[in-house]
């Protein structure tokens, strides 16, 4: 392909710190990037709208929600009535897959992207996973990446006729600190994202609530990189 | 695990005759079934009645069916507004990808039935892909199913926790005759099942056109097999 055609790529975005670093990566390094953002019956609904604040402000060629009822085969904290887990150590929250766990989820997120992929002509999906400072989810890992490529590589109309698509994940080898970092040094709208698996409405605004595992990693990563967190916080 | 308790899959039906004579050999061998239908906006809504029908009639432990909004990526003929292509031969068939191709659908049919597999403690995944008499979509091949079955292992609670989740397609290998063959020797109502891409709506019930690359690829396989094909004709 001719380098001066900016190539497009699809991003996975979902209202947190993670994916809004990954787009601004990916944006800046050239790509022309249609954001895709996944309504999948989760109980946080202002997560939405903070993918649509985050890539807007970004900047990218679209912005879509697709919606997949996953509400509807039940068995995460996330999508059904099951306890959000508050005040966990940095060492229970890597040990082992915890009930915000969402079955799957990563795979058919990943398969939504595939196809948007395909219908726009872009050669990359863009992911921000990280296995780092990350919740013990096994769709978070290269490994599962790798598997992945191979069913967009045999499986999609344009791998078989020889334009893969590839997974881009910038964050996979990062620290949360590295991410705040590097996402401030990139003007990502911070204050905008939400991290929280049990946010709080105060003054028509979503605040963090500070004890569950996203809430912990999300706290660690600034003040390890020695920043404050400009989103709202109960 | 004990030999004398059932193991559980979640088969994939679609309402036509691949998925239910996959349901049937699945359900013969003693797996307990539970189907799953996907919505995606397929413009043929009757399909999701003929699998209800079909799944009813095997005998499931369950029936679901899930919602995604394909349409809203468009990019083919059995979403869009893309005419359906009639009267082809065998060999434009077999040529090719053809515009009925949905960017990605078995990635995303797998993907959500590999999140109904972990909610319902399932071992497998069956799906009626058949890559003799097929038409030409890469997503039915066994290179594309070794792939996913990858993803599975890598990337869900189930897979890395030692319980792998395998795909079974005990039709990939056979033509359209043998399918047909083996589906009326398991009893699989073929009256109920609906395969072509344009049906047309008689005294209330679903006629096959007779003309798509479908209906073309079912006549063929009830005539090598010396069979009448017993579902409504245009």
Redesign the interface.
């Known amino acids: 392909m001719d380098s001066q055609v900016p190539r497009r790529a699809v991003a996975l975005v979902s209202g947190g710190m993670d994916s809004a670093t990954a787009l601004a990566i990916t944006t800046q390094e050239g790509w022309r990037v249609h954001a895709l953002a996944i309504d999948y019956g989760q109980r946080q609904r202002a997560e939405l709208d903070c993918a649509r604040q985050v890539a807007a402000a970004i900047g990218v060629e679209s912005f879509?929600?697709?919606?997949?009822?996953?509400r509807?085969?039940?068995?995460s904290a996330l999508t059904a009535e099951i306890d959000v887990p508050k005040d966990r150590s940095h060492d229970e929250i890597g040990a082992g897959?915890p009930v915000t766990?969402?079955?799957?989820?990563?795979?058919?997120f990943?398969?939504?992207a595939?196809?948007?992929a395909?219908?726009r002509g872009a050669e990359a999906l863009v992911l921000g996973v990280n296995a780092v400072d990350y919740s013990g989810y096994?769709?978070c890992?290269p490994?599962?990446l790798a598997?992945?490529e191979?069913?967009?590589?045999?499986?999609?109309?344009q791998?078989?006729?020889g334009a893969p698509i590839r997974i881009l994940a910038p964050l996979v080898e990062l620290t949360k600190a590295d991410i705040v970092t590097r996402g401030t040094a990139l003007g990502v709208p911070f204050e905008h994202t939400l991290s929280c698996y049990d946010p709080v409405e105060m003054q028509g605004v979503w605040a963090h609530c500070g004890r569950c595992d996203a809430c912990a990693l999300r706290a660690k990563g600034f003040r390890e990189a020695g920043l404050e967190d400009p989103a709202p916080r109960v």
Do not use: S, W
């Open positions: 879509d929600i697709v919606a997949v009822d996953l509807a085969l039940g068995g897959i766990y969402v079955p799957a989820r990563n795979t058919v990943l398969a939504l595939l196809a948007a395909e219908t096994p769709d890992r490994a599962f598997a992945f191979q069913v967009a590589a045999t499986g999609t109309k791998g078989v006729e």
